[in-house]
């Protein structure tokens, strides 16, 4: 059973950063295509940014420039480097994995942006 673990979330400011982390266990990671979605109140969860089994990376046009995904097969984890933080940033950020047939969630992680 696969199991996705965030951390890393927390209150900031405007222009500040912070690094999310995904800790992956319960099957093979290399084998996973691994995304981060965001769910901010009132909206729809959006995607923000995935990451192929080959590391190749995609990203919302809201976060580009600003936000970098990657990771670390050694690891077992990824990785959500968030720079030049916004307000609109403010959301729970949840880490995917996606192999076959399975889409697996963690909890979720809280982001708040804010002066």
């Known amino acids: 059973q696969v199991q996705l673990v965030e951390s890393g979330g927390g209150l900031v400011q405007p222009g500040e950063s912070l690094r999310l982390s995904c800790v992956f266990s319960g099957s093979i990671f290399r084998f996973h295509t691994m995304g981060w979605y965001r769910q901010a109140p009132g909206k729809q969860r959006e995607l923000v940014a995935t990451?192929?089994?080959?590391?190749?990376?995609d990203y919302t046009n809201s976060v580009k420039g600003r936000f970098t995904i990657s990771r670390d097969n050694a690891k077992n984890t990824v990785y959500l480097q968030m720079n030049s933080l916004k307000p609109e940033d403010t959301a729970v950020y949840y880490c995917?994995?996606?192999w076959g047939t399975g889409d697996y969630w963690g909890q979720g992680t809280q982001v708040t942006v804010s002066s």
């Open positions: 995917h994995a996606h």
């Open positions: 990451i192929t089994t080959n590391s190749r990376t």
